[in-house]
T-cell receptor
Framework: AQSVTQPDIHITVSEGASLELRCNYS??????LFWYVQSPGQGLQLLLK??????LVQGIKGFEAEFKRSQSSFNLRKPSVHWSDAAEYFC??????????FGAGTRLTVKP | GAVVSQHPSRVICKSGTSVKIECRSL??????MFWYRQFPKQSLMLMAT?????????EQGVEKDKFLINHASLTLSTLTVTSAHPEDSSFYIC????????????FGPGTRLLVL
């Protein structure tokens, strides 16, 4: 069965600093990988996804993620964080026509 | 992009009553919709998978008689919480998978349920 681990429950970074959120997955086949962002009291917005091809995926809001099969990882990065990026970030793994499993989430706080 | 709506956005009800939550895909067709539950400061937990024209598939531990799901069309799925109790208070989020592409789930804005 697929599973997702986000090792960091809470991360604080200064505005303008770089960001990396970690995600490790367990899946028997080639996974579909996703990163979503959730603001308080809101639904989830898709940041980016990886299905196949180039392992470095570009998403919205300046985010990118890199799929590393050897490490079973799909870490999310952003070179310069903005105060509006403060939110909860969820990594998810799924497969075509199957349901998705979510990580526990990482809460991002941005210091001025 | 694909838009999914939920109605209502928040609801307060008395214990013992039933509450219906609607999930609609606004600009695409969805053969499959998913219902999640999210407790404060926790991740999303899949409750059930709803397929258009057939019975929903429930995750282990989710009571199908308590959480009734109907997926009558390619753009609408409903979740009815029957005989709601305070422990059912939660944030319920639906998602819909595009019929054409099939890989990506698009999420609704969620429904906050408070049972008094």
């Amino acid at each position: 069965a697929q599973s997702v681990t986000q090792p960091d429950i809470h991360i604080t970074v200064s505005e303008g600093a770089s960001l990396e959120l970690r995600c490790n997955y367990s899946y028997g086949a080639t996974p579909y990988l996703f990163w979503y962002v959730q603001s308080p009291g809101q639904g989830l917005q898709l940041l980016l996804k990886y299905f196949s091809g180039d392992t470095l995926v570009q998403g919205i809001k300046g985010f990118e993620a890199e799929f590393k099969r050897s490490q079973s990882s799909f870490n999310l990065r952003k070179p310069s964080v903005h105060w509006s990026d403060a939110a909860e970030y969820f990594c998810a793994v799924g497969a075509q026509n199957n349901d998705m499993r979510f990580g526990a989430g990482t809460r991002l706080t941005v210091k001025p | 992009g694909a838009v999914v709506s939920q109605h209502p956005s928040r609801v307060i009800c008395k214990s013992g009553t039933s509450v219906k939550i609607e999930c609609r895909s606004l600009d695409f067709q969805a053969t499959t919709m998913f219902w999640y539950r999210q407790f404060p400061k926790q991740s999303l937990m899949l409750m059930a998978t709803s397929n258009e024209g057939s019975k929903a598939t429930y995750e282990q531990g989710v009571e199908k008689d308590k959480f009734l799901i109907n997926h009558a069309s390619l753009t609408l799925s409903t979740l009815t919480v029957t005989s709601a109790h305070p422990e059912d208070s939660s944030f319920y989020i639906c998602s819909a998978r595009d019929l054409v592409t099939g890989e990506t789930q698009y999420f609704g804005p969620g429904t906050r349920l408070l049972v008094l």
